[in-house]
């Protein structure tokens, strides 16, 4: 009476889990629901309130952004509380799609990231430039 290591391996593997979801279905839709209603409800803060507050670049960067968060979070709920392993199609391409557009956002942080550098260095130039107008003029006065 051998022990093998498949043996053990395969009295590990649950049958059933490929046929269930990832997580509980009734744990991720509404964890869904409720992330969807943060993004939204962050979408309306920028589209309604942060105009004139924030630059335009930067707005129009977090808006698309957003947008990109609202198809991604159902699509992550599919894909983690719907779908199972035994749906093998529809499990790679929703899995497919999540990737992608998770790498979307990370992408999306990059260029706001660059920009939020580029708008700092407009600041810095309009900074120095008041400074040395401010210096000449206290020149000429003093």
């Known amino acids: 009476m051998g022990f093998l290591a498949a043996d053990f391996m395969e009295s590990l593997y ?3 889990m490929e046929y269930a979801p990832i997580a509980p279905t009734w744990f991720v839709l509404p964890l869904a629901m409720i992330a969807l209603l943060v993004v939204a409800a962050h979408m309306i803060v920028l589209r309604e309130h942060a105009i004139g507050k924030m630059p335009e670049s930067r707005r129009q960067i977090r808006m698309m952004t957003g947008w990109i968060m609202m198809f991604t979070i ?16 529809e499990f790679i391409y929703s899995w497919s799609c999540i990737v992608g557009l ?37 020149e000429r006065a003093g």
Do not use: W
């Not at 990231?113 to 600041?123: E, P, T, Y």
């Open 14 to 16: 649950d049958r059933d």
């Open 102 to 138: 998770l790498g979307l956002i990370v992408l999306m942080a990059c260029v706001d990231a660059l920009n939020s550098l580029r708008l700092a260095k407009v600041q810095r130039k309009a900074l120095h430039d008041e400074i040395v107008k401010l210096m000449e003029q206290s």
């Open 74 to 89: 159902p699509l992550t709920a599919y894909g983690f509380g719907i779908v199972t392993p035994a749906q093998e199609q």
